[in-house]
């Protein structure tokens, strides 16, 4: 009944760009993993903040729950409209509004995708860096302060937005930070709204940093007979203070896999892949002592490539990774973890998570970002077998369980959504009840992403 | 009477820690600078979080104002105790609780300073990179998000905070963060209890992010005829991808301090300071280059030290900067301010502050955050003319809304305290409606460093 009158309002305003059609519905009710399909009941395609200002206010009045929604590429469920209401389409928000070349920062609309934004900007000298691996929306990426294969160097979301603007539940639009590379004025709300979902508020626009693109890059892989070695690496290759700008590793498992997927005969042990960004001279330096110091780790068969087309070749096979281990059991789909644990921890963490894995029913690779102790299982499972779900399931949860113990977190990177509510009252404590008093004093009616992140 | 029987409470936790003599209280009511003594009504010395657990619980049950104080170096009058209550001196929780080298992070409490930190990290070839030029309080410094000379290359408070215990306003006690070095679980309460100067909630604990000791440093210094060709060469070298450890600067008035003070002889123009972190191949390398851009931008006088002993002395001028120019005027006082803007409107935001100087009845040598965006004028006051205070604080509201008219904001990295709020609505609109709310929901008595940053 109130949705009924919230969506005649909504059809007044947006007219043809409001859709109940089945098909839209399914299409935004759906995720990328295991969840089931939730579709709203409606989807808006707003064009401007105005509109997303007045289509808050309809359903702020109406009590109308609001979804927001990027590229669709979350893992989590994110974008679930579990309790129905409209899911806010931003692809006809998908600008570049303003490149600042002298100040290295752009702004954009949210709904305009991470590759969209570097095709665009390779004139200009300058590129974003953050890369989650999909091609994301740079509004969804700031929802769920994603990160991914750079972070090492250059930061997660939550490093590389300046500003925001942010419309609130009731259709307040209010802006956060500024332009200015740092500030002391206030509360961070920037950083509030970085991570939090699409719960505290809709963000219509972002101020992003941007960096200079390298003159000069090297990247190389190298071997380890085991994989506390490789880490104990990379702190060492850390602690010298060589500017990794990647820097993932793949166990036997995942090398396996890739070998098989790629035709290619990379030893099947644990591999570090490294990249390092600077001046010719630097970066050729800097790939000359990494291979230095790996060595007194018992690393082998250190291969640099400089060449682009050689670094190509071996990036793809990083890049392809997820699909190759895919491939590794046909017709599999894939419950992919995300735990993050302070690095001296993270031997520890994948050792244990492999003979876990080992000790279960199903397979299941792992491969992450090791400068910020970050990885992903990639469990394999037949969706005809329940219990091979059911099996990912209970090796994801004890993952979870084992990061925090390791002082982690249970994710890295991927957000919360509906697959982490189950661990936030044990990951947080007191803490989480500090979240949810906040979602209460800025979205009373509880109508921004209901059931995502906080209690209730 | 509330007041009454709630030290009277404390007192009995509490015992000789509580204190009430008049030399203590006037002692932790004043101010770095201009701002009037406010003195509490008692001065706590907590030993543990419990110890401020209790204190809170107490306060908050009779309504009792609650300040957080660390070294007393704050500009903005923070400390204040302009309602009165209870100021919570950290002096006694100062330890270095955990080194976890293999992480490079450690765990330290609030009392702590930056410079009692880096002296027992000496020996593990770590250090904690956040320089505010004062031998500030890590407490206090997370609580003003807190940056300086290194943040070009390390970044503020913001970046090398991991993680927080914190006490609220009724006494629990949370943790926000992990030792994880990202996470994207939930709101960033890290984020936002860094920055709010004591009014959310009071730090216990804090982990902090660490950086190899550099294994070469070199560092240099030019001369420019004009301000916008030293921030132009300044762009390009960012955008050249050179990694800048700090990069300041000084205009000629500053200069001239430097030299009456120093005894150096520089000409007296605007000058860059320069300084590199790396191998000793990178940092000759890095330097290198930094000269041949600079001299496209009509550099002269460069000079580069590699050698510690000059080095040294370069960075001498630069620390000693501030106490040169109070030099140039004898028995003077300072207004400094702390605007911070986009980097491409750093040049005109100088220059229209040297131009209002220079019409105005007081000097006010300027230096700065080159890299960031970010510079201060001392603003010399004798404090027996109160013209000059008039003027000074004239010429500092002048400056405060050029930076906001150029997309900047009013405090860098000194914060609000009292001396920024008068700015709040103009900089941050209904966003700072939203930092009130925010407030309400975890403060709703208000006891927590009342009068500061938010409404009311």
């Known amino acids: 009944m109130a949705f009924d009158a919230a969506f005649s309002e909504l059809a007044t305003v947006l007219g043809d760009r409001l859709s109940r059609s ?36 309809i359903c702020h009045a109406h009590g109308v729950p609001v979804i927001a929604y990027g590229a669709g590429t979350s893992l989590e469920g994110h974008t679930s409209a579990i309790r129905g209401g409209v899911t806010l389409d931003f692809s006809r928000m998908a600008d570049i509004l303003t490149i600042n070349q002298g100040d290295m920062d752009v702004v954009v609309q949210p709904g305009l995708t991470r590759e969209d934004l570097n095709r665009e900007l390779r004139a200009t000298g300058l590129f ?5 691996g999909a091609n994301a929306s740079v509004g969804g990426m700031a929802a769920t302060r994603a990160s991914g294969t750079t972070t090492v160097r250059y930061g997660t979301m939550r490093d590389n937005v300046l500003a925001l603007q942010v419309v609130l539940a009731d259709g307040r639009v209010i802006r956060t930070g500024t332009r200015a590379r740092k ?18 508020g809709i963000i219509t626009e972002l101020t992003l940093r941007l960096n200079g693109q390298p003159e000069a890059i090297s990247a190389g ?9 490789a880490v104990e690496a990379v702190v060492a290759v850390i602690q010298m203070g060589l500017p990794m700008a990647r820097i993932e590793f793949l166990d036997a498992d995942a ?6 997927y790629s035709g290619s005969e990379v030893r099947e042990t644990p591999h570090l892949f490294v990249e390092f960004h600077g001046s010719q001279a ?43 281990c895919l491939g590794l059991k046909p017709g599999a789909t894939a419950v992919v973890t995300d735990v993050c644990v302070p ?30 102790g970050n990885f992903h299982a990639i469990l394999l499972v037949d969706p005809a077998q329940p219990a091979e779900l059911e099996a990912a399931k209970s090796l994801a949860a004890r993952m979870n369980e084992r990061a925090l113990r390791l002082g982690g977190t249970v994710t890295g990177e991927h957000g919360i959504g509906m697959g982490k509510l189950a661990y936030m009252e044990a990951q947080h404590g007191d803490a989480w009840d500090v979240m949810t008093d906040i979602k209460t004093a800025l979205d009373p009616k509880g109508i921004l992403n209901p059931g995502k992140v906080v209690r209730g």
């Open 221 to 229: 892989i190298c071997a380890f007979d085991r994989m506390s070695d």
């Open 128 to 132: 974003f860096s953050v890369d989650p």
């Open 183 to 200: 500030s002391s004025s206030g509360y961070d709300l920037t950083g509030l709204f970085l991570g939090s979902e699409g719960t505290l």
């Open 343 to 372: 690095i001296s921890h993270l031997a520890q963490a994948v050792e244990e998570t492999q003979a876990d894995i080992a000790a279960s029913i199903i397979d299941g690779p792992i491969l992450g970002h090791v400068g910020d």
């Open 22 to 57: 089945k098909s839209d519905l399914d299409a935004h009710g759906g995720s990328e993993t295991h969840f089931a399909l939730a579709p709203p009941d409606a989807v808006a395609y707003p064009q401007s903040t105005e509109d997303v200002s007045r289509i808050l206010a």
């Open 255 to 260: 090398v396996r896999a890739v070998n098989a």
């Open 282 to 324: 630097s970066v050729a330096e800097d790939a000359e002592r990494f291979g230095e110091i790996v060595a007194d780790f018992g690393a082998s068969g250190v291969e640099v490539a400089t060449k682009p087309e050689d670094r190509s070749a071996l990036w793809t096979m990083r890049h392809h990774a997820y699909w190759a």
